[in-house]
């Protein structure tokens, strides 16, 4: 539970915002469940909505609006490339289609090491970039623009490396 | 202010701020829309009703008009096409709905709508009145110039809850079902999920699209992706005729239209296919609950009586309409003034008119069975002539006290929130929260059973008698009293919520009074609206029924033939089937075998109200109208028309022709329903916004009012002066105040013989305080057993912090015999 593991973000976070004004908590509430539970589940949404009154399907919307907050399980790393009009007009689309053949994987799933997942996004407002996407990890997130698939498999693969450096470092650590 | 334009070369005056959209309506012009609805605040989300707009062109430096050579102002189009719907009219403007430049710019919106939209209007519910439909046919290119094979393809028969179900592919994404749900009703149950073309609707309630109001999604929905459970796949729409409606249900007495088809299924018969809103913008605008719009089956209800019964060797057997008038008139005519009549708000004026005659010219009594008092205050303090809930503005405030509107008259409740959106001072009273609490500025709470001194409290701040300063209260309560005195107008809504009757009857005088403290008595919003148990009670009270204070078993005393018609007080509470067993003669009429027709000698089966013609008086006091939409069920008959036939073998003479000519009589004997006839209920002036015309994406498929807006009956006036009564005791001492608390989805006759609902139907359990049942000491589950009278039951219960301490509440009409607050002691049930 959210408001008895979290008490003091809590309500350091709702301590920013007016108190009729509650709602406004929402989105760092979802990043503080996203950080506890990995994924937003159904619980996860109903808990934030209760801390601030709101009902689980307006939470649960802003879940599905914003990229940066995830519904399923998914690698350490997510790419998630913006296939939206502007940006498939400059091949964004078949640059998406090209990585996940060579990743050997379909559009919105995970690679088997479980580093990678690749997902298709609406526009993330970079459009004169395209192909572009954003890469989500454990450090927070970051935009690749101007991408082929030659600069996007080199970044996978130290991804790859530094995930398995970082799993190294768990196992001499244990 | 105004503001003239030009539209398509006619010139328009409208009032500044008018949206262009609205304002091109007003002219006859339809601008095609889909997100953009009448009710709702505009979002420019679909891009479909573009226009060009041509403005005075105006010196930079200056701010002077420029003119052309001819010396008109000189008018500038700008490059590009704009919405109607977001923008409001200026001065002087020249706009193009009808240009090629504007038609083609539409053109490609609906193409690009219309990408992933699978056009499967042969299969589709709104084919026949679909906005999208007709804007294809309208505006569409012949051929899209997407790829078929790029469609996306989403779940088709997507349930939301067991009431709408969602065709995802079919939804343009307009939005009106989600802003309908929070900016209309404040059920945010439904919302977009996603972006772009792979958004979709989604419930997260429980049970799924909770809230009461969910059907009129389904008539704003401007395509086929939200359809009732009711009518999906039914019928099509152009087969469907139609008939105009009051609903039954509760005192708002919303405006149907009943749509009914033949049907083999029915012998060829008509049936009801669905029921939709009839607009009255005076009553429930284009809106209805979910209530009135789901629960008609009953009327098809294969256990509905289809011919009268009569008690041969202790059975009731079938019999002919001769047989058994003839036993009742018997039975009636041996008992002459000790007979006594009984029947509820659930009837027609025209049947309680005749009721009442025949009662009368027997000698015995009328009673009304529901049991809350008031009727004969609204007629003189009831609200004035052209009060509309719609109307109320910043400098109106509204009293609700002691009732649950949102449980008890949806619409009411609906109207009530946005006039408190526009500035309204709402005023809730009660001793518990409701959904009402949300929207009011002043809350005032009052201790279990005590509505009575909160009004009289109120009253003494308004310039009440000085005597009544013991009833002054809290901070809450004298801010609310303040309020009403600042206001330009006052509506009280009172209900009957922990009172008996002798309560409501101190709280009806004590409302009355605070109206009358304003010195506005009969001027539009003004005045009393009671919050009935049924949806005419208030005719009741007109046509002169009277509820017996002291309860039915006082009325029964003595009495040695009863006559009951639409009323089941047998079945409300089992314990009192006693007296009506002691009678020589019990007649009931009704649409089921309740149990106490079970008990009765003669059984009579009336019509329900889809077969039926006749009037309602609302809340609000506005006679109404219904039509019959399909032919009466073998075997039964009007109310009027059995008591009419049983009074003829009593030689009393009453109408047994026709409704109207019942209403005639009415119109000729009631005073305040003097001269008025059924020609006068059919009347019908232009509402705003239009609906129901061709262009069915303006205000959805809730049907235009062509059969009556009814008339509002004005009220006496105070009269001689009206003393103020003192709450009747009451004190539940160490015990709890089970207080009854009326359920929109309750255990009656209407929801229990109709399908649809029954999963909604509320549970009966009591509900007590989290402290109490911690004193209690109860486990999470499990049962408690309840005692009074020497009676006992046992319960399931249920938290809720909104329970007020010293009580518990119940569930009215989910199966616990008691219709008063009562003092129970509560405790732990034993096993
Ligand atoms: S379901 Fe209907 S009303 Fe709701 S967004 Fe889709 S098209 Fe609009
Ligand atoms: S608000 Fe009342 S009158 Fe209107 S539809 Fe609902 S139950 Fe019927
Ligand atoms: S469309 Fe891809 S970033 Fe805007
Ligand atoms: S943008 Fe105007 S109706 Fe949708």
């Known amino acids: ?174 | 202010m105004s503001v003239t334009l030009t539209i398509d070369g006619t010139e328009v005056t409208v009032p500044e701020g008018t949206l262009l959209v609205d304002a091109a309506k007003r002219r006859g012009t339809d601008v095609p829309v889909f997100c953009y609805h009448p009710k709702m605040k505009p979002v420019g989300m679909c891009r479909v009703c573009l226009v060009e707009i041509g403005r005075p062109a105006r010196d930079r430096a200056t701010g002077e008009s420029l003119l052309d050579e001819s010396g008109d102002p000189l008018i500038q189009f700008g490059p590009n096409l704009e919405t109607a719907c977001t923008i409001t009219v200026g001065q002087g403007w020249q706009v193009r709905v009808s240009s090629e430049k504007a038609i083609q710019g539409r053109k490609e919106i609906v193409e690009y709508l219309l990408t992933s939209h699978p056009l499967d209007c042969p299969i589709c519910d709104k084919g026949g009145e679909c906005p999208l439909q007709d804007l294809t046919m309208g505006h569409g290119s012949g051929e899209s110039r997407f790829l078929f094979d790029d469609k996306i393809r989403l779940a088709k028969r997507y349930p939301l809850g067991e009431l709408i179900f969602l065709d995802r592919e079919r939804c343009i994404q307009c939005a009106r079902c989600t802003r309908f749900q929070d900016e209309i009703v404040g059920d945010p149950v439904i919302g977009f999920y996603e972006r772009g073309r792979r958004l979709e609707i989604v419930t997260y309630s429980d049970p799924g699209f909770d809230s009461y109001f969910s059907g009129n999604t389904t008539d704003i929905c401007p395509v086929g992706a939200l359809t009732t459970a009711d009518f999906r796949f039914g019928a099509r729409p152009w087969e469907l005729n139609s008939a105009a409606s009051i609903c039954p249900h509760c005192p708002v007495g919303c405006n149907l239209t009943l749509s009914t088809r033949r049907e083999a299924s029915n012998a060829g018969r008509d049936v009801v296919k669905r029921v939709m809103p009839r607009q009255n913008e005076q009553v429930n605008e284009i809106w209805i609950c979910d209530k009135g719009r789901f629960v008609h089956h009953y009327a098809r209800s294969p256990e509905r009586l289809t011919s009268p019964r009569v008690r041969k060797n202790g059975k009731l057997v079938k019999a002919s309409w001769n047989e058994a008038l003839t036993r009742a008139a018997e039975g009636l005519k041996g008992a002459a003034s000790s007979a006594v009549g009984i029947a509820s708000g659930r009837l027609m004026n025209e049947d309680l008119f005749n009721l009442k005659e025949l009662m009368a010219a027997l000698g015995g009594r009328a009673i009304l069975v529901d049991s809350m008092a008031g009727g004969n205050l609204i007629q003189r303090y009831g609200v004035g002539v052209g009060s509309n809930l719609g109307s109320l503005g910043k400098r109106d405030a509204v009293l609700v006290i002691a009732a649950d509107l949102h449980e008890e008259a949806p619409i009411w409740w609906l109207r009530l929130k946005q006039a408190a959106e526009r500035g309204t001072t709402l005023i809730v009273a009660n001793a518990r929260a409701t959904r009402l609490d949300d929207y009011a500025k002043h809350r005032v709470r009052y201790g279990p059973g005590e509505a009575v001194q909160a009004a009289l409290g109120l009253l003494h701040l308004n310039g009440g008698d000085p005597e009544l300063a013991r009833f002054e209260g809290d901070r809450a309560l004298k801010s609310a009293a303040r309020a009403i005195k600042r206001a330009r107008n006052v509506t009280i809504f009172f209900g009957q919520e922990g009172l008996n009757y002798a309560g409501t009857e101190a709280l009806a005088r004590a409302c009355a009074l605070i109206t009358e403290s304003k010195g506005r008595v009969g001027k539009s919003n003004n005045g009393l609206v009671a919050v009935w148990p049924r949806a005419n009670t208030q005719g009741a009270w007109d046509m002169g029924l009277r509820p017996e204070p002291a309860g039915l078993h006082r009325a029964l005393a003595g009495a040695v033939a009863a006559y009951i018609v639409a009323a089941d007080p047998v079945g409300d509470d089992p314990a009192a089937a006693a007296p009506f067993e002691k009678l020589s003669t019990l007649i009931v009429q009704d649409l089921f075998l309740t149990a106490t027709a079970e008990l009765a000698d003669v059984v009579l089966p009336a019509q329900a109200f889809v077969e039926r013609a006749g009037t309602f008086t609302s809340g609000e006091r506005r006679v109404q109208r219904l039509y019959p939409a399909v032919g009466a069920l073998a075997g039964s008959l009007p109310d009027w028309k059995i008591v009419a036939n049983l009074a003829h073998r009593l030689e009393v003479d009453l109408e047994d022709k026709a409704a109207p000519l019942v209403f005639e009589r009415i119109a000729a004997a009631v005073p305040d329903y003097l001269g008025l006839s059924y020609d006068d209920l059919a009347a019908v002036e232009p509402q705003w916004p239009e609906v129901g015309g061709a262009d069915l994406y303006f205000g959805g498929t809730a049907y235009a009012n062509k059969q009556g807006l009814g008339v509002q009956l004005a009220p006496r006036g105070a009269g001689r002066p009206l003393k103020w009564k003192a709450p009747p005791r009451a004190s539940a001492g160490k015990d709890l105040l089970l207080t009854p608390v009326t359920v929109l989805y309750d255990r009656g006759s209407a929801l229990r013989h109709s399908r649809l609902l029954e999963g909604r139907i509320a549970p009966l359990q009591l509900i007590l305080h989290p402290d109490e049942i911690e004193r209690l000491g109860l486990s999470e589950a499990g049962e408690v057993e309840i005692s009074w009278d020497g009676r006992s039951e046992r319960l399931k219960f249920a938290a809720s912090t909104d329970v007020p301490p010293g009580s518990a509440l119940v569930p009215r009409g989910a199966g616990l015999a008691l219709s008063d607050p009562t003092p129970v002691t509560v405790r732990r049930s034993n096993s």
């Open chain 1, 1 to 174: 539970m959210l408001a008895e593991n979290y008490t003091q973000e809590i309500e350091a976070i709702l301590a920013k915002y007016p108190s009729d004004q509650k709602r406004s908590a929402v989105m760092p509430l979802l990043f503080l469940a996203q950080r506890e539970y990995g994924t937003l589940t159904n619980e996860a949404i109903t808990e934030v909505g209760e801390l601030i009154g709101l009902q689980t399907t307006e939470v649960a919307s802003l879940v599905g609006f914003y990229s940066l907050y995830h519904d399923r399980p998914g690698g350490k790393y997510r790419i998630q490339v913006c296939t939206d009009l502007p940006c498939a007009l400059k091949g964004a689309q078949a640059f998406a289609d090209e990585l996940c053949e060579k990743l050997d994987i379909e559009m919105g799933e995970t690679t088997p090491d479980g580093q990678v997942t690749i997902e298709q996004v609406m526009c993330l407002a970079a459009c004169d970039r395209a192909p572009l996407f954003q890469l989500q990890g454990p450090n927070g997130f970051r935009y690749h623009e101007d991408q082929s698939i030659g600069s996007a498999m080199a970044l996978i693969e130290s991804l790859r490396v530094r995930g398995q450096v970082d799993r190294a470092h768990r196992l001499t650590a244990s």
